[in-house]
Structure formats: C-alpha cells, structure tokens
C-alpha cells in the first residue's frame, strides 16, 4: 500500500538557516511526488514537483529512490517561508496520498 | 479568476442532520477531488470525478457519505445523517486534464456537527 510520512509536525529555524522539511514514502510502483504549501490564509498550492527538477522560491527536493525519499530544501530560509507543507504522492495515475503535514516557523 | 469556490466557508450543525458542501471547479477542468482533513488522520482523498463521472470514492468513510457531480461547473458532497466524528476541514480541488497538473484548491469548509 501506498504511504508518505512526514517525520516532523514542526520544524523552527532562525532566518538566514538552512532547512530540510523530510518526506519519505512507500509505493510499489513508479513514484511521483509533489510538495504542497499553504501560507497563513491562503490556498493550499502546489510548490513543486519531482519530474520538473525546478527551484521554486529557492526550495528544492530530490527524489532518492534508494531511501524512497523526497526532502525538500532550502539553504537560506526566510520568514516569508513559514507556512504549512505537505509532501504528496500520486498513485493509481490520479489519485493523491498527503502526508500529514510539516509546519515551518522561521524566526526572525 | 476567483479559482476554486467552495461554500459554506463555515458550517455548524447538530448531530443527525443532512449537511451539504458545494463546489464550483475552475472552468475548463476536466477533474475535481474532494479531500477531508483532520487532526488525526490529515488530508485524505473521499472522492474524484472525471468529466462529471465519479472515477473512485474509495475513500469515501460510509454510506453517509455521498457526492455529486451533476454539471462540469458543480458538485456537492453530502452527509446524512451526520455525526460529531464528521467534524473536519473539507476540501474541493480541481485540475486540468490529468491529477499531476496542478491540483487548485478551494478555501474549504469547516465542518462542526455538536
């Protein structure tokens, strides 16, 4: 069966720190996973994906099959950062598996 | 564009009756999930529709539970009876053509049945 574990429900860093927000997931099959954001009153929107190999505000996360992770990481975190993350796995061609969420707090 | 509206922003009601949770997609999306999120267990995935049809409500937690999509530009979710166990966030997201384009959320509605 399919699952994605987010290890932390909080993680606080100074500003300026880096940071590491960890997802790890199981699936028998060719894994696709995401990283979901939502910032204090706002929608929760997607951040980033595997297959794109893009930097969005700066995060980035690698796909390690060989730990079956997918951490997401940025080496300077800013205040602007904090906000809710979830890691998301899709499976079955359309269907989403959520972590239960990492709350980020970067302090000034 | 307003992007994905879902209404009521917030509901409270008593055990044992009928709630319903609206959702109005973007338009020009062929795709619309309903998810539940709780303390407990997260965001989880109740339902999804593909062009109007219901594809997979697997997640669906019990008969009470049920969903519709009658038009590309609606779709509700209904609990009957419900009960205080149902109390969650409720989330209606859409996206176009297949699940990994982006999925749009809407605010949510905040379920609290006494």
């Known amino acids: 069966a399919q699952r994605v574990t987010q290890p932390e429900k909080l993680l606080s860093v100074f500003k300026g720190a880096p940071v590491e927000l960890k997802c790890n997931y199981s699936y028998s099959g060719s894994p696709e996973l995401f990283w979901y954001v939502q910032y204090s009153r706002q929608r929760l929107q997607l951040l980033l994906r595997h297959i794109s190999r893009e930097s969005i505000k700066g995060f980035t996360a690698d796909l390690n099959k060989g730990e079956t992770s997918f951490h997401l990481k940025k080496p300077f975190a800013q205040e602007e950062d904090s906000a809710m993350y979830y890691c998301?796995?899709?499976?079955?061609?359309?269907?989403?598996?959520f972590g239960s969420g990492t709350k980020l707090n970067v302090k000034p | 564009d307003a992007g994905v509206i879902q209404s009521p922003r917030h509901e409270v009601t008593e055990m044992g009756q009928e709630v319903t949770l609206r959702c109005k997609p973007i338009s020009g999306h062929d795709y619309l999930f309903w998810y539940r999120q709780t303390m407990m267990r997260g965001l989880e995935l109740l339902i999804y529709f593909n062009n109007n049809v219901p594809i997979d409500d697997s997640g669906m937690p019990e008969d009470r539970f049920s969903a519709k999509m009658p038009n590309a530009s609606f779709s509700t979710l209904k609990i009957q009876p419900s009960e205080p166990r149902d109390s969650a966030v409720y989330f209606c997201?859409?996206?176009?053509?297949?699940?990994?384009?982006?999925?749009?959320f809407g605010d949510g509605t905040r379920l609290s049945i006494l």
């Open positions: 997201a859409s996206s176009r053509d297949r699940a990994y384009q982006p999925q749009h």
């Open positions: 998301a796995l899709l499976y079955n061609f359309n269907k989403f598996y």
